[in-house]
């Protein structure tokens, strides 16, 4: 605007707002309207800005870090009287599994069971959230480089954590299972009910598609059902937390709030994920819908 | 407590380049704020508004320095990080500013009272508008007890963002 002249300058100044609130909404209507358009612009802003994120995310870290230093440090007496017992009892249980395991190995010898695949992970730092109330994702600076790919399970010693929905070269984004876009089928562990886990925004997501007779109380163990062929089964989830309302609502093991390092584990099934969709495809045609594309909206 | 900003309705001309993208670094501090993982339960929900106040505080006392085309690059850079539609937190971020622009002279060398009531309205404002856009972009009705928590969260934290940005302003800009 150095060259204009003042009259042309102050018009150009009055139509700048109109012309970029305009362009905004343009933006959020292209956006919800295709979904995959702004992926790769919004992956490399990820990706430049992932370093100084993780620097700056560093301090609050610390400062955390001082405040469970001195909340472990107020409750110490507590805690060691709460680990003695609780060491009394795991001892029983280790004995119990060890017996387990080598009966496990005896029967899996007898039956030539295949062994499962390997599977692989990698531990990565989370260094931004979504900050809202209307989006649950996290960012860790863990990339394509080093090995994330879509589709991944991301979990903490706790359990299921969500699924990576976007790759960079230096950071990814978890979609958690709380969001709104999140849909994880689930099976409720001893009465074998199959169930999709749907993520409202809310910190307990819901649990849809239950059969009509399905006894389900509180207390219920949720763990991953395996279709879909998105996560493996057995995958702790959370605990079922409340039945009032129109379907039974599961607290996660995992504090989401508060992971701090998350594993992202490669299962071998991460193209089980279907590729999300353009509404148009670049032929101008529309694309054909792959299936099981009800868990990959994003 | 007083919290005062001494600034004067008519802008002054600021010759430090540093004091010059004052407005603007501090506006892109608040966005890293925003997105910042704080490990407290809940809070990632909950996170106050921390852009919104940067872009009320500069609006009022320095809108030379923060001009909309600035706006609209924040709002998408955070909502493109945040992983949330792009274009959203820069429509909030530019008609909150239309909204305080032509109001400003109302707000300079006001008791901040009468700033964190502006601010306040303009909180409710810009809470009810996302609280709309999502459910209109999701097609469900989002759970507004969220948008509640977050909104007392962003005017009650509000009193110590002002304090340290006018600090800050002071201390670059001095009076003006």
């Avoid at chain 1, 702004?38 to 870290?61: I, K, Q, W």
């Avoid at chain 1, 299921?160 to 849909?183: K, M, P, Q």
């Avoid at chain 1, 879909?228 to 996660?252: I, T």
């Avoid at chain 1, 670049?282 to 868990?295: I, T």
């Amino acid at each position: 605007m150095i060259g204009l002249s003042p009259p042309r300058r102050a018009a150009v100044q009055r139509m700048a707002v109109p012309f970029l609130v305009l362009l905004s909404a343009t933006l959020v209507i292209l956006g919800k309207a295709d979904q995959l358009m702004f992926e790769s612009l919004r992956v490399s802003v990820t990706d430049t800005a992932s370093p100084a994120l993780d620097v700056l995310s560093r301090p609050l870290a610390a400062f955390g870090h001082l405040a469970d230093r001195t909340r472990e440090f107020l409750s110490v007496y507590q805690d060691n009287r709460r680990l003695v017992a609780e060491n009394e009892r795991l001892l029983n249980w280790q004995q119990a599994a060890l017996k387990l395991a080598s009966e496990n190995a005896q029967l899996r010898e007898l039956l030539k069971l295949t062994p499962e695949p390997a599977i692989t992970f990698i531990t990565a730092r989370v260094i931004a959230n979504s900050g809202g109330a209307y989006v649950r994702s996290l960012m860790v600076h863990a990339g394509r480089e080093n090995g994330v790919a879509r589709g991944q399970a991301a979990v903490t010693g706790e359990g299921l954590v969500g699924r990576v929905s976007e790759v960079g070269s230096r950071a990814a984004r978890i979609i958690l299972v709380t969001d709104l876009n999140s849909r994880v089928p689930v099976v409720v562990q001893g009465s074998q009910q199959r169930a999709l886990l749907t993520g409202d925004n809310s910190e307990r997501p819901c649990l849809n598609y239950l059969d009509a007779g399905a006894e389900i109380k509180i207390g219920d163990r949720i763990v991953t059902s395996g279709q879909g062929g998105v996560f493996p089964p057995g995958l702790p989830v959370g605990v079922v937390a409340s039945l009032d309302g129109e379907a039974p609502r599961v607290e996660p093991y995992v504090e989401l709030s508060q992971v701090e390092y998350l594993r992202i584990v490669d299962y071998g099934l991460a193209d089980g994920l279907p590729k999300p969709i353009p509404i148009v495809s670049r032929s101008g045609r529309r694309a054909e819908p792959l299936a099981g594309a009800q868990l990959g909206r994003r | 407590m007083v919290f005062k900003v001494d600034t004067t309705p008519a802008l002054q001309r600021v010759e430090n380049p540093v004091a010059r993208l004052l407005p603007i670094a501090t506006t892109l501090f608040a966005t890293v704020i925003s997105i910042q993982p704080a490990h407290i339960p809940g809070y990632a929900a909950l996170t106050p508004a921390f852009t919104l106040m940067a872009v009320y505080h500069w609006t009022i006392y320095r809108p030379d320095l923060l001009p909309p085309s600035v706006l609209f690059l924040v709002g998408v850079t955070q909502d493109l990080l945040a992983g949330v539609p792009p274009g959203v937190t820069a429509l909030v971020l530019l008609l909150a500013r239309a909204a305080v622009l032509p109001h400003r002279r109302h707000f300079v060398d006001r008791l901040f009272p009468f700033v964190w009531t502006g601010f306040t309205m303009l909180t409710i404002g810009a809470m009810l508008f996302l609280w709309t856009l999502h459910c209109l972009l999701d097609g469900v009705l989002v759970d507004f007890r969220g948008t509640v928590f977050r909104a007392v969260l962003t005017i009650s934290m509000f009193p110590i963002a002002s304090f340290l940005l006018g600090r800050t302003q002071r201390t670059f800009m001095g009076a003006g």
